[in-house]
């Protein structure tokens, strides 16, 4: 709010008699002073890092960072998979680029249907018939062709060499690997490089991916889309009983969009716009939360998280009611963010007692979306600012595995609304603006964001989570504006999500006090406390007022900041 303006302007001029700026050294994630890039993996951060400082721009290690996710970070990086990417130019110049996924054009509304209606389980999760048509390498090399500075060969060699010479699986993978390692023998009918075979700390060599890579080299996108890697995509998701064919790869594009941007405070807000519903959400959130003064209450304090959760419902009340692909259907977006709108979904929110959820009307949450997401943000030399979330969707996507060049291909068609007007297995409501058609992309939550302050690059940021992305975001973005956090401070931080059905509060548990869970719980809001888990894992850097870069990445994952 305001009052933080005049806050941080006094504990600037007063620190050395009040030490009003309590945070250490040890507050700050990496510092750097001319580039950084954050991701899910040190060893993708490490080679996006080496691309500028050979000279390249963030447009280069955006390609390499993506790629290198793909080597070391499986279960969502990938080139199966899809994404979406925000930017900011040195010179103020905005955009996005959205490369996600889209249905095969044999795809049908009741393809997930039995005869009598009923989704059957487990068909638009798992294996061929779950499969969307790939977006990642037409986004990556859309985005290099018009703003790369360096080769696509600079860019993909040093990717080929990690994997030809391997990276070391950590103790969090190698239990990843395990948890999944029968539904992998039972998709693919053997034994696949990734598994229960391997243990943390092995080096894991990945050759099949790095001749995937050597084609990409030398015969571009092409090589994915109508080549040698897409004959064998087809080959594998046919023979498997999918439904993409060759012309769905080669009718497939990357899509230029506007993004979503509105101001917050002294802030300007640039995010992704649809078909993800990040940017939409995340202006609605912050126009309901922007009258109260968060700055004046204390961080995750009762009232704090009284004033986010009522936003947070009536905020995916609207989120599948009206969203979709644009290219689809008509979406209103100037009603649904308009001053006075969001005005009056909050005039009945009360301190006093949680508004119940059969009060709000519309709304419903698309399909069941991952949490298995991987979010990267890279700042470069030149002022050039991105942030970028792909994912296969759920962990390993389909968990059909290309045996003949080692990547996985996405089950992204289960974020489409299966059934519209009904709950899923996961008790997720489907809506018909999200229903299933051929070449239509699906709804996400994906939320990368970047934020400009006084006209200046100030902050980039996203995570995985799924449903939980939207708040995840929002929440840290809030802890660096409105309680001073540094930017590791804040994505550390713990969080908090409500998504207006199931009629709950997500926390974690194990960071929120028992008489903070008794209170909510004494003003009406239900806490499940059986979901122990972390919500999101937040990579984001900031910019300092010493025009240093700060890297914040999440402890939850074996994210890290690397910089120079």
């Known amino acids: 709010m305001r ?11 007063l620190l050395t008699i009040f030490n009003c700026d309590s945070r ?10 001319s580039a950084m890039v954050v991701s899910a993996r040190e060893e993708a951060s490490k080679i996006g890092v080496e691309i500028m400082k050979k000279g390249g721009n963030a447009f280069d290690a955006m390609m390499a960072t993506e790629l290198a996710l793909a080597v070391v970070h499986p279960s969502a990086g990938n080139i199966g998979g899809g994404g979406f990417l925000v930017f900011r130019m040195a010179n103020g110049e905005t955009g996005a680029l959205d490369y996600r996924e889209k249905a095969p054009r044999a795809a049908e509304k009741d393809m997930y249907l039995d005869s009598l209606g009923q989704i059957i389980k487990g068909k638009s999760t798992i294996g061929a018939y779950a499969i969307g048509v790939p977006g990642t390498i037409a986004g990556i090399f859309k985005a290099h062709k018009r703003y790369g500075k360096l080769s696509v060969e600079e860019v993909i060699t040093p990717v080929i060499a990690l994997a030809e010479n391997g990276f070391s699986i950590t103790e969090k993978q190698q239990a990843r690997f395990n948890s999944y390692d029968s539904i992998f023998k039972v998709v693919n009918g053997k034994d696949i490089l990734f598994g229960s075979q391997t243990k943390a700390g092995d080096v894991l060599a990945n050759p099949d991916l790095a001749e995937a890579l050597k084609l990409l080299i030398s015969e571009g996108a092409d090589a994915f889309y109508s080549g040698t890697i897409g004959e064998a995509i087809v080959d594998r ?12 790869l080669m009718e497939y594009d990357a899509v230029w969009r506007d993004p979503v941007e509105f101001e917050y405070d002294n802030l300007k807000v640039i995010s992704m716009s649809p078909p993800s519903s990040g940017g939409i959400c995340l202006q609605q959130l912050m126009g309901m939360i922007e009258p109260f003064d968060l700055d004046k209450y204390d961080h995750n304090s009762l009232k704090a998280v009284q004033v986010i959760t009522e936003a947070e419902k009536r905020t995916y009340a609207d989120r599948n009611f009206f969203l979709g692909d644009p290219d689809f259907i008509d979406i209103p977006v100037k009603e ?3 001053a006075s709108y969001l005005q009056k979904r909050m005039e009945d929110f009360s301190f006093e007692q949680a508004t119940p959820v059969n009060d709000i ?13 991987t979010h990267y943000s890279i700042v470069d030399p030149y002022g050039n600012a991105l942030a970028v979330t792909t994912t296969l969707n759920g962990s390993y996507g389909s968990k059909l595995f290309v045996d003949e060049f080692g ?14 007007g009904e709950p899923n297995y996961y008790g997720l409501i489907g809506a018909e603006a999200n229903s299933i058609e051929g070449e239509k992309r699906m709804l996400s939550s994906m939320t990368p964001t970047i934020i400009e302050r006084e006209g200046e690059f100030w902050m980039s940021v996203g995570t995985p989570g799924g449903s939980t992305i939207i708040t995840s975001v929002l ?20 969080r908090f999500h409500n998504q207006w059905l199931p009629d709950e509060i997500r926390i974690e548990t194990t960071t929120f006090s028992k008489a903070m869970i008794d209170s909510l719980r004494a003003k009406g809001y239900p806490i499940d406390l059986n979901r122990i888990r972390d ?7 900031l910019k300092l007022d010493d025009g240093a870069y700060e890297g914040g990445a999440d402890p939850r994952g074996d994210d890290t900041a690397v910089g120079f």
């Open 535 to 541: 919500l999101g894992r937040v990579d984001g850097i």
């Open 407 to 420: 990547f996985f291909l996405n089950n992204q068609m289960d974020d489409f609304s299966s059934k519209p």
């Open 24 to 33: 250490s050294k040890d507050d700050f994630g990496v510092i750097a002073e």
């Open 3 to 13: 009052t933080t303006i005049l806050k941080l302007f006094l504990c600037t001029i």
């Open 237 to 248: 998701v046919q023979s498997n009983g999918g439904i993409i064919t060759l012309e769905d």
């Open 336 to 338: 649904m963010t308009s």
């Open 475 to 494: 929440q840290t973005i809030l802890n660096v504006h409105e309680y001073n956090m540094t930017m590791q401070q804040a994505v550390s931080a713990p």
């Open 361 to 373: 009307a519309h709304g419903a949450i698309a399909g069941y979306e991952s949490e298995e997401t």
